[in-house]
């Protein structure tokens, strides 16, 4: 069964300091792997995309990693700021039927504390 | 460029009423998709509208159902409402399939069910 499971749940984390979010998958035959933010009420926007020939991507303060032997993928955000408090959403691509379909984790909810 | 645009923000209705809600994809996309996204849950994927097909589905039931018209903006349909179908609902929309197509979501429409 396709599964894309997220770690940990929650995260509570001081300002200025680096956390790392945790994401494997058993989805196949993979096609990329994305990592969005989702603010509270609002939809989600898209960090990056990564397909099988990447293992590292950053944008800005985030840094995603891939490892497709493993299945896992990691979220590292350097230096958090109070901005940064949102769900982190792990979704994985497979194609199906000729389509690319995509299954979503149920994210990592990160809470920046001043 | 205005981005996806989903329409209403926030609506409440009754059991067993009907709902419809309406989304305009970002510019030069064609491909409209829906999701459904409970409370502290990732978005469950809804189906999925190309050249005005539903071109792939979840594992909802047919109280569920969608339209995409000649501009490519789209509009799902949900009769019979069930307490259960509160939530936030997401339109996202995309390039037709490519490998690491870019999803762009829209802000929702958080229905309540009363």
């Known amino acids: 069964k396709n599964q894309v499971e997220q770690s940990p749940q929650s995260l509570i984390i001081l300002e200025g300091k680096n956390c790392t979010l945790q994401?494997?998958?058993?989805?196949?035959?993979?096609?990329?792997l994305r990592w969005y933010k989702q603010d509270t009420g609002r939809g989600p926007v898209s960090l990056t995309i990564?397909?099988?020939?990447?293992n590292t991507k950053s944008n800005g303060r985030y840094t995603a990693t891939l490892d497709a032997d493993t299945k896992q993928s990691s979220l590292h955000i350097t230096a958090s700021q109070l901005s940064d408090s949102a769900s982190y959403i792990c979704v994985v691509s497979h194609m199906n039927t000729g389509f690319q379909k995509l299954v979503f984790g149920t994210g990592t909810r990160l809470l920046v504390s001043p | 460029d205005a981005g996806v645009t989903q329409s209403p923000t926030h609506l409440i209705k009754t059991r067993g009423q009907q709902v419809t809600l309406r989304c305009s994809p970002k510019?030069?996309?064609?491909?409209v998709s829906w999701y459904q996204q409970a409370l502290g849950q990732g978005p469950q994927f809804i189906f999925q509208?190309?050249?005005?097909?539903?071109?792939q589905r979840g594992n909802f039931p047919d109280r569920f159902s969608g339209h995409q018209f000649p501009n490519y903006s789209s509009e799902l349909n949900v009769n019979a409402l069930l307490l259960g179908d509160s939530a936030l609902y997401l339109c996202?929309?995309?390039?037709?399939?490519?490998?690491?197509?870019?999803?762009?979501f829209g802000e929702g429409s958080r229905l309540t069910v009363l």
């Open positions: 996202a929309s995309s390039l037709v399939d490519r490998g690491t197509g870019e999803l762009f």
């Open positions: 510019s030069g996309h064609d491909t």
């Open positions: 994401c494997n998958y058993t989805v196949s035959p993979f096609s990329n």
């Open positions: 509208y190309y050249e005005e097909e539903e071109r």
């Open positions: 990564m397909t099988f020939s990447e």
